[in-house]
């Protein structure tokens, strides 16, 4: 609880060094090891909840708001931008922690309002006013009937916590459960529903890119494996594993028929949570453990490569693939952390990725014998459309060459700290197992 309160009290300095920042970054997560693996901190008449779950996902949390902090200085009013990155890292500290479904439902809302401001106010294009409208009108529209179910059954829903009990599940009904999942569903968010992510991550500033791939859309998942234990109706977890399993595909086409590296990415992460949300549906531990595996992967590499296609854009002013060529050679460094984490996004054995995927797999494919088809199909795709990013940045020919200027050391401490951590948690994802 120390290291909490510690935490929160070093955010809200704002002015923080680039090289203190660093260090205090360093001293959580060497604080972070002696966290407990097993067991809870909840006992009965806690305010907190701190299992597994909830420290994985409030380290990611810290980690990306602090490369947060270290991307602002490049924006005017970064003061400002600073103080909505700290307003959104707390908010979400507490919603990982809450054990009330009432508080968590406050808190998950809540994280919207800065997440429109940072849009708003430092996104690239005036499309950036479309995009927050987007990303406000789906989650309220998915938010207001889990609203409705709260304000129905307040007497009750005041009263449970995380974790949730069997004896909660025969309170509620088949489409009152349905209602629940699809707030969560809409943040992941899910195929055919997942329309303002793109719009969102291509309008965002830098920060505003790495927090909503690499914590925001966790929200979601963290809520499905909160509400798992009512997740019993067979009818609707397979429809939404249906539902997922044939989007990771057309979404696979979506990125190989794109030129816009900004939006590549942001369709791959929808196309990485689409296959996590195949893992949640099964509700079995190695499922759900998989789940959780690929959020703490997903979170590190695409906020990484959001990063590496930021520091691009600034060397050749477009995110047009025809534009952008020859990184290996004019920057061979930058070629290198395209490598990276172009390897990482594939889910190259036996980094975090393709551990997750085994996991989900195994415990998908002995319930649904078509998913092996839309496994293999799905391998092929993502691969290819890594590889064809890859490619293309790296490697041909510039029509127009104006100078290129070198990455900065502080660019490589940023890309180290994306890269770094998802290679050693590789080492203890055995301690991830749910």
């Given at each position: 609880m120390k290291l909490i309160l510690s935490i929160l009290f070093s955010s809200l300095t704002t002015t923080t060094s680039s090289v203190e920042m660093f260090l205090l970054s360093f001293i959580l997560n060497i604080s972070y090891l002696y966290f407990p693996w097993k067991g809870s901190w909840l006992t009965e008449g806690?305010?907190?909840?701190?299992?597994?779950i909830s420290s994985i996902l409030l380290f990611l949390t810290i980690w990306i708001s602090l490369m947060m902090l270290l991307t602002a200085d490049n924006y005017?009013?970064?003061?400002?931008?600073?103080?909505?990155?700290?307003?959104?890292?707390?908010?979400?500290i507490f919603l990982f922690l809450?054990?009330?479904?009432?508080?968590?439902?406050?808190?998950?809302?809540?994280?919207?309002?800065?997440?429109?401001?940072?849009?708003?106010g430092w996104g690239y294009q005036p499309e950036r006013i479309q995009a927050a409208f987007s990303l406000l009108l789906y989650t309220m529209i998915f938010s207001l009937p889990f609203l409705s179910v709260i304000l129905f059954y307040k007497d009750f829903m005041k009263e449970i916590s995380f974790p949730l009990s069997g004896s909660d599940i025969s309170y509620f009904s088949n489409s009152v459960t349905l209602i629940c999942c699809l707030i969560f569903l809409v943040k992941i968010p899910l195929f055919f529903i997942h329309f303002w992510l793109p719009k969102a991550h291509v309008e965002a500033p830098l920060p505003g890119s790495m927090i909503l791939a690499g914590v925001l859309l966790?929200?979601?998942g963290y809520g499905l494996i909160r509400f798992n234990q009512w997740m019993t109706s067979n009818t609707i977890n397979n429809f939404f594993v249906s539902l997922a399993a044939v989007g990771m595909i057309l979404i696979c086409l979506v990125c190989l028929s794109t030129t816009d590296m900004k939006m590549i990415i942001a369709y791959s992460s929808i196309n990485h949570m689409n296959f996590m949300i195949v893992g949640l549906m099964m509700t079995s531990l190695l499922s759900l453990s998989g789940s959780l595996i690929m959020m703490i992967s997903h979170g590190l590499v695409s906020s990484g490569m959001f990063f590496l296609a930021d520091t691009s854009y600034k060397r050749?002013?477009?995110?047009?693939?025809?534009?952008?060529?020859?990184?290996?050679?004019?920057?061979?460094?930058?070629?290198?952390?395209?490598?990276?984490?172009?390897?990482?996004?594939?889910?190259?054995?036996?980094?975090?990725?393709?551990?997750?995927?085994?996991?989900?797999?195994?415990?998908?494919?002995?319930?649904?014998?078509?998913?092996?088809?839309?496994?293999?199909?799905?391998?092929?795709?993502?691969?290819?459309?890594?590889?064809f990013l890859f490619y293309n940045v790296n490697h041909g020919i510039l029509k127009e060459f104006n100078g290129f200027f070198p990455l900065e050391?502080?660019?490589?401490?940023?890309?180290?700290?994306?890269?770094?951590?998802?290679?050693?948690?590789?080492?203890?994802?055995?301690?991830l197992v749910l």
């Amino acid at each position: 609880m120390k290291l909490i309160l510690s935490i929160l009290f070093s955010s809200l300095t704002t002015t923080t060094s680039s090289v203190e920042m660093f260090l205090l970054s360093f001293i959580l997560n060497i604080s972070y090891l002696y966290f407990p693996w097993k067991g809870s901190w909840l006992t009965e008449g806690s305010f907190i909840v701190f299992d597994k779950i909830s420290s994985i996902l409030l380290f990611l949390t810290i980690w990306i708001s602090l490369m947060m902090l270290l991307t602002a200085d490049n924006y005017q009013n970064s003061t400002m931008l600073k103080i909505l990155t700290n307003i959104l890292m707390i908010t979400l500290i507490f919603l990982f922690l809450t054990p009330k479904v009432v508080t968590f439902f406050i808190l998950y809302e809540f994280s919207l309002i800065p997440t429109m401001m940072i849009i708003l106010g430092w996104g690239y294009q005036p499309e950036r006013i479309q995009a927050a409208f987007s990303l406000l009108l789906y989650t309220m529209i998915f938010s207001l009937p889990f609203l409705s179910v709260i304000l129905f059954y307040k007497d009750f829903m005041k009263e449970i916590s995380f974790p949730l009990s069997g004896s909660d599940i025969s309170y509620f009904s088949n489409s009152v459960t349905l209602i629940c999942c699809l707030i969560f569903l809409v943040k992941i968010p899910l195929f055919f529903i997942h329309f303002w992510l793109p719009k969102a991550h291509v309008e965002a500033p830098l920060p505003g890119s790495m927090i909503l791939a690499g914590v925001l859309l966790k929200m979601g998942g963290y809520g499905l494996i909160r509400f798992n234990q009512w997740m019993t109706s067979n009818t609707i977890n397979n429809f939404f594993v249906s539902l997922a399993a044939v989007g990771m595909i057309l979404i696979c086409l979506v990125c190989l028929s794109t030129t816009d590296m900004k939006m590549i990415i942001a369709y791959s992460s929808i196309n990485h949570m689409n296959f996590m949300i195949v893992g949640l549906m099964m509700t079995s531990l190695l499922s759900l453990s998989g789940s959780l595996i690929m959020m703490i992967s997903h979170g590190l590499v695409s906020s990484g490569m959001f990063f590496l296609a930021d520091t691009s854009y600034k060397r050749f002013n477009s995110r047009s693939l025809f534009n952008q060529k020859s990184f290996i050679i004019l920057q061979p460094l930058m070629g290198l952390w395209w490598f990276i984490l172009s390897m990482l996004n594939i889910g190259l054995p036996p980094t975090m990725g393709s551990i997750s995927e085994i996991y989900i797999i195994i415990s998908t494919v002995k319930d649904f014998s078509f998913f092996q088809s839309i496994i293999v199909m799905y391998m092929f795709f993502s691969a290819f459309y890594s590889i064809f990013l890859f490619y293309n940045v790296n490697h041909g020919i510039l029509k127009e060459f104006n100078g290129f200027f070198p990455l900065e050391v502080k660019e490589h401490m940023l890309l180290m700290m994306h890269i770094l951590p998802a290679i050693i948690i590789t080492f203890y994802t055995c301690t991830l197992v749910l």
